[in-house]
């Protein structure tokens, strides 16, 4: 598989990835090859590597409709965390790098995202509706520890009574509780918490720098005493590896404090389903023929179907005995039911000095 130049001369600890496939939109492509001197063992690590863009605009606008949000912001570009199967890899190649390892080590930060959000919440013409983070990427990866880009937009919110709605695996946001709590019990703020599997080996291998699965458990039960209303989201099931454990993850989910859940079936798009056929190979040989036989009759045959509607559930036998699966146990559980929409009637504008100010 070709790749390019940033594996040479590294070593991949802790990362999902094998490799850095070649980036779709170059016509060029360079190969790694050994040249006889020293082994593997006596390269260093693959570090992780920030750059940082300053963006016009910081909300994203999206029109799909299978997505239950219209607007998103993304603090940063790449995800650290590593998740092999992480649909949004294919987004690296538009900045010019790998799906690959890339993706999980030279990331982007957009340290002047609070002060660009504040400048569009200000203009007249800005109506408000939910803002998700943690569509894309996640917000609370590492480095969020560092340049506490998501500390300061959440403040922004706060400030403006503006809704927010956050996806996650990590634990970091137990920092923001504050925030989140007081958002949440005005009914501003939700969060999803994705447990993907209870085995702290699969997930190891799997999700290789996220938080450890009874970590993310811990994380919903602070979240919740905080109050934030927590959903918990298996996400993704992936067949003949993880779905096994659905009704066990909602249970104890809810027992932490959960007051919804969702779940998402594995998604593979473009450059994610070789290096999720790669990563089989290595750690779960013996099961790679089924794994991958079960998601193509999800998706009709192929390895994903980008369809709307059929993307995010798969579609046959195999898929809705997990959605029936889902709702049983969600009902028996108490997670059944959707969590209120976010107020939006409590939005304020965002006041600097000089400005007028309303008079009623």
Not at 16 to 25: K, L
Request: aromatic fraction near 6%; charge should be positive; charged fraction near 30%.
């Amino acid at each position: 598989m070709p790749q390019t130049d940033q594996l040479a001369g590294f070593r991949a600890v802790g990362r999902a990835a094998g490799t850095n496939p070649g980036n779709r939109f170059e016509s060029h492509v360079r190969e790694p090859f050994h040249d006889g001197w020293p082994g593997e063992d006596d390269l260093p690590p693959l570090r992780t590597e920030v750059s940082i863009e300053r963006p016009r605009r910081v909300i994203t606008r999206n029109n799909s409709p299978d997505i239950g949000f219209s607007r998103s912001i993304n603090p940063y570009r790449g995800c650290e965390h590593g998740c092999i199967y992480c649909f949004a890899r294919p987004t690296h190649a538009f900045l010019g790098m790998s799906p690959g390892l890339d993706f999980e080590s030279r990331l982007v930060a957009r340290p002047e995202a609070p002060e660009i959000l504040e400048r569009e919440l200000r203009a007249r013409s800005y109506r408000p509706a939910v803002i998700a983070m943690g569509t894309n990427t996640d917000p609370y990866q590492p480095i969020e520890r560092e340049h506490r880009i998501v500390r300061r937009i959440l403040e922004t919110l706060r400030e403006c009574r503006h809704p927010v709605a956050i996806v996650t695996k990590g634990t970091l946001i137990e920092r923001d509780a504050d925030i989140l709590g007081e958002m949440g019990r005005l009914g501003l703020a939700r969060v999803g918490i994705s447990v993907t599997t209870l085995d702290a080996k699969l997930g190891r291998k799997m999700e290789p720098r996220a938080p450890a699965p009874k970590r993310r458990l811990e994380t919903i039960r602070r979240l919740a005493e905080a109050g934030c209303p927590v959903r918990v989201m298996v996400a993704p099931v992936v067949p003949a590896l993880t779905d096994h454990e659905l009704e066990d993850i909602l249970a104890r989910a809810a027992a932490a404090g959960a007051t919804a859940a969702s779940w998402i079936m594995l998604r593979l798009p473009l450059e994610v389903s070789p290096l999720f056929r790669e990563w089989l190979a290595e750690h779960y040989p013996d099961r790679a023929k089924r794994v991958m036989g079960r998601v193509r009759e999800l998706h009709g045959g192929r390895d994903y179907d980008p369809a709307w509607g059929r993307r995010l559930t798969g579609q046959g036998v195999f898929a809705e005995m997990v959605a029936r699966r889902f709702s049983i146990a969600a009902r028996r559980l108490g997670l059944a039911a959707k969590l209120p929409p976010l107020r939006t009637d409590l939005f304020r504008r965002p006041v600097r000095a000089g400005d007028q100010l309303a008079l009623f």
